[in-house]
């Protein structure tokens, strides 16, 4: 029977990793993006993944497309919620709207994915939930204070929603990656990059598809009993 696994931000980045180490194991994978159409292109020719352009910090948006992935392709069996942005600046200057941004993309979009899903997942009685958050939820990060906070509470909605469903036969674990090669970290100033990797024990970042080999461990029947994990 076929896998479905849909992972947002799956077109670019970790996300596009994520998307082609799924396939390459036989998911059939859908692919979510907010804007770039070249990149979703490129995506589905490489992969075979179906991709679909939404908000994932609108909650109608998320609903909709949920009930046309279960009605239409199949049952969702992993939910990779790996969509995120930065928006950076001291918190003194931060303005509503990067804060606001930041949390609706990074945080809201797990309650607007997930509150979809896990029904579903829960009527089955099977899935997994894998959700991407970052070092810097852990630790926080200067010129972070919006990104750290939603990278943070991804960890507590990870912890809390894996208690309410290991009984269901679901898995729900975040991965919180250090600093890996992507367009997010590519606008980055180099010199506080160069500071950056000097303080990675590897002395390097890390490669998105180091990132995707976590995830599928994490989503495969293998993982089973592991759950409310945040992996680094
Ligand atoms: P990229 O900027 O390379 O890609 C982001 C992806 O998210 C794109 O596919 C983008 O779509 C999608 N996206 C952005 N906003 C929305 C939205 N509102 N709705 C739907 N999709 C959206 O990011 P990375 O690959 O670097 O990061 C992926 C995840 O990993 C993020 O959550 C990030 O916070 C996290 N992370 C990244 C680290 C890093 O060093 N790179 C370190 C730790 C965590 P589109 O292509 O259409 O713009």
Known sequence: MTKYA???GGTRGIGLSITEKLAADGYQVVALYHGNEEAAKACE???GAKTYKVD???YSECEELIMQIENELGPIYLLVNNAGITKDGVFHKMSKD???AVIQTNLD????MCRHVVPFMRERQSGRIVNISSINGQKGQFGQVNYSAAKAGMIGFTKALALESAAKGITVNTICPGYIATDMTSSMNQDVLDMIIKQIPAGRMGKPEEIAELVAFLGSEAAAF???????
């Not at 979009?109 to 607007?112: G, I, L």
């Not at 592991?226 to 680094?232: A, F, G, H, L, Y």
């Open 45 to 47: 020719e490489a992969t």
């Open 6 to 8: 849909v992972v947002t």
């Open 56 to 58: 994932v910090g609108n």
């Open 109 to 112: 979009s797990c309650f607007n």
């Open 226 to 232: 592991i759950n409310r994990r945040s992996c680094r």
């Open 98 to 100: 990067s804060w606001d």
